[in-house]
T-cell receptor, first 111, second 116 residues
């Protein structure tokens, strides 16, 4: 079963704006990852944040993690039309090797 | 990063037939491979985890006799959908992990299965 939910389910913004996506999960985790998926394609790993980290940056990406609230957010700054894709968070519960994915956010960046 | 390929990228088959999907790790040895299923506009759902040389572990609700998984070598895992039905139409994605650090999973490009 899915680990949690993401919101919003869909997000449409203009190029240059920032996009924020949120992810909530249900159980304790070792780490949380964010992936991107272009329509009908495979997954691209974006960033991983460990359970003892609160914030992480990678280029235009900023990820936060609040383990007390079991939530994470992904911020994409200065969005581009090429950022249009679905974004999924994925968690790795302790003792399990498989990833559990959130429901995903479909991001549309209008040029 | 490491590369995982899937073959075929898409397949159309008739109801009642079987379809085999291959997942290969091209430049690393995948001791563990994972198979996921994704329905349109939905998230990825883990189907099974397979370790090289041993039987796959299936998630609750996934029929092991319908979705046969073989992981006979460190670079190849196969998923066979037996007696496929239209409701099996989906996007199947595999991933491979070559280390004990489980977050290092590398995903294949996926296989689109359409059962008519």
């Amino acid at each position: 079963s899915q680990q949690g939910e993401e919101d919003p389910q869909a997000l449409s913004i203009q190029e240059g704006e920032n996009a924020t996506m949120n992810c909530s999960y249900k159980t304790s985790i070792n780490n949380l990852q964010w992936y991107r998926q272009n329509s009908g394609r495979g997954l691209v790993h974006l960033i991983l944040i460990r359970s003892n980290e609160r914030e992480k940056h990678s280029g235009r990406l900023r990820v936060t993690l609040d383990t007390s609230k079991k939530s994470s957010s992904l911020l994409i700054t200065a969005s581009r039309a090429a950022d249009t894709a679905s974004y999924f968070c994925a968690t790795e519960p302790p003792g399990r090797r498989a990833l559990t994915f959130g429901s995903g956010t479909r991001l549309q960046v209008q040029p | 990063g490491a590369v995982v390929s899937q073959h075929p990228s898409w397949v159309i088959c008739k109801s009642g037939t079987s379809v085999k999907i291959e997942c290969r790790s091209l430049d690393f040895q995948a001791t563990t491979m994972f198979w996921y299923r994704q329905f349109p506009k939905q998230s990825l759902m883990l189907m099974a985890t397979s370790n090289e040389g041993s039987k796959a572990t299936y998630e609750q609700g996934v029929e092991k006799d319908k979705f046969l998984i073989n992981h006979a070598s460190l670079t190849l895992s196969t998923l066979t959908v037996t007696s496929a039905h239209p409701e099996d139409s989906s996007f199947y994605i595999c991933s491979g992990s070559g280390t004990s650090i489980s977050y290092e999973q590398y995903f294949g490009p996926g296989t689109r299965l359409t059962v008519t």
